[in-house]
């Protein structure tokens, strides 16, 4: 099992940064990938970016050149650095793992409130 505690969520006003954070915990070593996905409750869940234990990316395509995720093996966690934010990105943000051989998330978090105003 795995467990992943996100942080780092709140108020911004808009054009403003925010960084989340995502601590994983138990058995690490069988995690592949790392993704934090979005959901507003007038949209469908939405992958946000996700990374590989090898640290290859891949953004959704309304945050390319705005967010960046990274990872740090040493901690187990993975951030997403957030600017330019705007209204659009209010939502709840979870951070999901993928074990290897998987196809879709295995584990996810609590989620955390990200609130951006105009």
């Known amino acids: 099992q795995v467990q992943l505690v996100e942080s780092g969520g709140g108020l911004v006003q808009a054009g403003g940064s925010l960084r989340l954070s995502c601590a994983a915990s138990?058995?690490?070593?069988?995690?592949?990938?790392m993704a934090w996905y979005r959901q507003d409750p007038r949209k469908e869940r939405e992958l946000v970016a996700h990374?590989?234990?090898?640290?290859?990316?891949k953004y959704g395509d309304s945050v390319k050149g705005r967010f960046t995720i990274s990872r740090d093996n040493a901690k187990n966690t993975v951030y997403l650095e957030m600017n330019s934010l705007n209204p659009e990105d209010t939502a709840v943000y979870y951070c999901?793992?993928?074990?290897?051989?998987?196809?879709?998330?295995?584990?996810w978090g609590q989620g955390t409130q990200v609130t951006v105003s105009s």
């Open positions: 999901a793992a993928t074990r290897y051989g998987g196809s879709k998330p295995n584990y």
């Open positions: 138990g058995s690490v070593w069988s995690i592949e990938l």
């Open positions: 990374i590989t234990s090898g640290g290859s990316t």
